[in-house]
């Protein structure tokens, strides 16, 4: 009979690695790709930088809704203002979910896994697949997504080693074999790799991914008998490190081998054509066929998670409308827009993404916080109001760019601004105001 402690042990590793599989689907695959042609001889300070917002905002945000012990993203952020809550939790679940990063698992597992095999087709014909790819990508996800209390033993312990063996043979053996020497970065990464990195880790979507999935790791342990806030905090912690680790692994091994991959196949478009053509380089048609199943179990296990969080939220908001009812209509919207292409999902989601990064790494760090300056409304406000005026810079510029007079305006008001980190000091500006202001009110009292 199995110990307690072996038990504890074999829940949150099958825990963690669930929670690996929903992180690691579209983005996570593209672009670490992508960075290392991008970085060449950079590519290790690139993935410092990358790994930051990659890997460890998502552990953070996992932990940060275990410790802060709120039921979902939509009571933590309700700490600034009610209503504040419910705005960005709805923007980051409809980002997350039917938006934006499900409809790219769809796209993505398509442009790397079939594409290839439809060799000189007619672009009709490659639209018709499309369409009855993403059709039944979907409905598995959406069957898969209808027993959420299931995800830990569908995904956790069957689809996420499957995975994992799959990377590692590919990885692996470009690791051993490298195409050829590291060349010489490109473009922003010359001058500052490690700041690139960190806006290019945006593009993952796992910090805003964190605190949606952190339920789902949170319920799941709580299904399994643990009730105790210490134990669940615990459970949740240690599973987000198994997590975190496994992400961190991978990303340098797939970064490693798009920057030894430019010496043989030149600087590439995407990081889609970057996978699909290192396969195609160390295994033939049977490394296409590898490829294909690495990038359908890693964009399915994802496409699960986004459904079924995005799904629970909304029925938690709006409780007459059925889990079901959600789950069916997330998934239509998300099959409707697979078929607009991955660059143009892309592109449209990019402004979205720095409006709400900046303001989703503050709200994870002021969780942390909290006890600090006793909760505070007042402080809570001050600096997510200072970092959302940056925010919205950042979502205007991406999406519709700033005169070069406005724009050197600015990069010579705010620091590091030109490397997409403008809201730092505005932000701990607006946390020390609110301190100020807080220390203040409770003396007057």
């Keep these: 009979?199995?110990?307690?402690?072996?038990?504890?042990?074999?829940?949150?590793?099958?825990?963690?690695?669930?929670?690996?599989?929903?992180?690691?689907?579209?983005?996570?695959?593209?672009?670490?790709?992508?960075?290392?042609?991008?970085?060449?001889?950079?590519?290790?300070?690139?993935?410092?930088?990358?790994?930051?917002t990659g890997a460890g905002l998502p552990l953070l945000g996992v932990i940060a809704i275990g410790y802060s012990g709120s039921?979902?993203?939509?009571?933590?952020?309700?700490?600034?203002t009610p209503w504040y809550g419910i705005l960005f939790a709805a923007l980051l679940y409809l980002s997350i979910g039917p938006l934006f990063a499900t409809p790219r698992t769809a796209t993505v597992s398509f442009e790397i896994g079939i594409v290839?095999?439809?060799?000189?087709?007619?672009?009709?014909?490659?639209?018709?697949?499309?369409?009855?790819?993403?059709?039944?990508?979907?409905?598995?996800?959406?069957?898969?997504?209808?027993?959420?209390?299931?995800?830990?033993?569908?995904?956790?312990?069957?689809?996420?080693?499957?995975?994992?063996?799959?990377?590692?043979?590919?990885?692996?053996?470009?690791?051993?074999?490298?195409?050829?020497?590291?060349?010489?970065?490109?473009?922003?990464?010359?001058?500052?790799?490690?700041?690139?990195?960190?806006?290019?880790?945006?593009?993952?979507?796992?910090?805003?991914?964190?605190?949606?999935?952190?339920i789902i790791v949170v319920d799941a342990v709580r299904l399994m008998g643990v009730k105790n806030h210490q134990q669940v905090l615990s459970m949740t912690a240690r599973s987000g490190f198994v997590a975190a680790a496994c992400l961190a692994i991978v990303y340098v091994f797939i970064a490693y081998m798009g920057a030894s991959s430019v010496a043989e196949l030149g600087l590439l478009d995407n990081g889609a054509a970057v996978l699909s053509k290192s396969a195609q380089f160390y295994f033939g048609n049977a490394g296409n066929v590898l490829l294909a199943i690495i990038v359908f179990l890693a964009c399915l296990t994802t496409s699960v998670g986004l459904i079924t969080a995005c799904s629970e939220y909304f029925n938690r908001l709006i409780p007459s409308v059925s889990y079901k009812a959600f789950a069916i209509l997330f998934t239509l919207i998300s099959c409707g827009l697979a078929n607009k292409g991955l660059a143009g999902?892309?592109?449209?989601?990019?402004?979205?993404?720095?409006?709400?990064?900046?303001?989703?790494?503050?709200?994870?760090?002021?969780?942390?916080?909290?006890?600090?300056?006793?909760?505070?409304?007042i402080v809570y406000i001050c600096t997510m109001f200072s970092t959302l005026i940056v925010g919205l810079l950042d979502a205007y510029k991406t999406a519709f760019g700033f005169s070069e007079?406005?724009?050197?305006?600015?990069?010579?008001?705010?620091?590091?601004?030109?490397?997409?980190?403008?809201?730092?000091?505005?932000?701990?500006?607006?946390?020390?105001?609110?301190?100020?202001?807080?220390?203040?009110s409770k003396k007057k009292a």
Excluded: H
């Design 116 to 214: 290839p095999f439809l060799g000189e087709a007619a672009e009709e014909k490659k639209t018709m697949a499309l369409a009855l790819f993403s059709i039944a990508f979907f409905a598995l996800s959406y069957w898969l997504a209808m027993s959420p209390g299931k995800l830990v033993e569908r995904i956790g312990k069957i689809l996420t080693p499957s995975l994992l063996i799959a990377i590692a043979v590919l990885v692996g053996y470009a690791a051993l074999n490298p195409m050829g020497p590291l060349q010489a970065p490109q473009g922003d990464f010359v001058t500052q790799p490690v700041g690139k990195g960190i806006i290019e880790g945006y593009g993952t979507m796992d910090a805003l991914a964190s605190l949606a999935f952190a």
């Design 345 to 377: 999902i892309i592109s449209f989601s990019i402004p979205m993404l720095m409006l709400l990064y900046p303001v989703t790494i503050v709200l994870i760090l002021l969780a942390f916080l909290d006890k600090f300056f006793g909760g505070s409304r």
């Design 71 to 80: 039921r979902d993203v939509q009571e933590l952020a309700s700490r600034v």
């Design 1 to 52: 009979m199995n110990s307690p402690n072996a038990q504890y042990k074999t829940t949150f590793v099958a825990t963690g690695l669930m929670l690996f599989a929903l992180f690691f689907g579209a983005g996570n695959l593209i672009f670490p790709a992508s960075i290392g042609q991008q970085a060449g001889s950079n590519v290790f300070s690139a993935m410092t930088g990358f790994l930051l």
């Design 405 to 440: 007079e406005t724009a050197t305006a600015i990069n010579n008001t705010l620091p590091w601004y030109d490397i997409g980190l403008g809201w730092v000091l505005p932000a701990a500006a607006g946390f020390i105001l609110g301190c100020i202001l807080n220390a203040a």
